[in-house]
């Protein structure tokens, strides 16, 4: 994410609110709408004897904006997810995966909220919110999007994080280079882990970690994973080309996307990617971020409109 420009949001076109959008939340700026348009798909899963196996595909969301960074819901039954209006506005927005029901959960203008995330206790999301004066700094929100709270102050610009247990996460921090920072919300007070690093963050499953993405080095854009107790990174797997978006299983399966293609890695057994199904007779194109429900029957992707 980078920093928002201070253009009133009536000022500015619709195609370069969508540019801004991209800026801000890691897809390419796009210059005009159909390009920077994305949409949600819900993946049913069942479990083959290679790994994950697609049951059915279901289209969330169907509209030419931005609808992305999606997020479940501890039950699996809805999904959160950043949607920005004809106005520029950004909230964050929840849809019944049951129903196709979405409805606002933030209505905040000035400010704009992103990257919603259940905190550790399940009372409350996390978002990145950006400020009316254009700060971007980790907040908190009720679920039913009441009583903000700022949760690290002096940490900024954040542009995405993962939460490690219920006093540590792991943040993105803009910056040259970006940098990857272990922040404790007690002391509100964040040390720098790496540099140079993509905008994927997620929490390894069953271990007090997180897993991100290298950029440079050998190989380039590495999955690696850093482990907060330990103090200890490892390097995983490169990242899909083109892809650096990344998501886990319940079950220690890393998954992301080629193209129109679902691929996961497991760790200790496969050497590189495999293809799980290729999703284009759904609709599904250019997948970038993934989310994978806590009982690992389902997994949300975003894919290009």
């Not at 933030?106 to 259940?118: Q, V």
């Not at 004066?133 to 610009?157: I, K, M, N």
């Not at 996460?169 to 970006?178: H, N, Y």
Request: aromatic share 6%; charged share 20%.
């Amino acid at each position: 994410m980078n920093r928002r420009r201070t253009e009133s949001r009536s000022a500015l076109s619709w195609s370069a609110m969508l540019a801004l959008a991209g800026s801000l939340c890691g897809l390419p700026p796009a210059g005009a709408m159909a390009q920077g348009a994305t949409d949600l798909f819900l993946v049913r899963l069942g479990v083959s004897t290679s790994g994950l196996a697609v049951d059915t595909v279901v289209r969330l969301t169907n509209r030419a904006g931005y609808d992305n960074q999606p997020h479940f819901s501890a039950d699996g039954t809805a999904v959160f997810y950043t949607s920005i209006d004809a106005t520029g506005q950004a909230d964050i927005h929840r849809i019944d995966v049951r129903t196709l029901h979405s409805t606002n959960v933030t209505r905040t203008a000035p400010e704009s909220e992103y990257s919603a995330t259940l905190m550790p206790a399940g009372d409350r999301m996390s978002v990145i919110r950006v400020e009316a004066d254009s700060t971007q700094r980790l907040w908190s929100f009720r679920l039913d999007g009441t009583d903000p709270r700022v949760v690290l102050a002096a940490a900024r610009p954040v542009g995405y994080h993962a939460w490690i247990d219920a006093n540590r996460v792991a943040i993105f921090v803009l910056g040259s280079p970006a940098t990857l920072q272990l922040a404790d919300v007690r002391r509100d007070a964040a040390t720098v882990i790496a540099q140079n690093i993509g905008r994927s963050l997620q929490p390894v499953p069953g271990r007090t970690a997180v897993s991100f993405v290298q950029r440079g080095g050998d190989p380039a854009d590495a999955i690696r994973t850093y482990d907060a107790d330990a103090g200890a990174q490892a390097f995983l797997v490169t990242a899909v080309p083109g892809n650096e978006y990344h998501a886990w299983t319940p079950g220690g399966v890393l998954v992301s996307g080629r193209g129109s293609v679902l691929v996961q890695h497991v760790p200790g057994r496969d050497r590189e990617w495999t293809d799980v199904a290729d999703l284009a007779r759904y609709g599904v194109r250019g997948i970038s971020r993934l989310a994978v429900s806590r009982d690992g029957r389902a997994i949300v992707l975003v894919a290009a409109h």
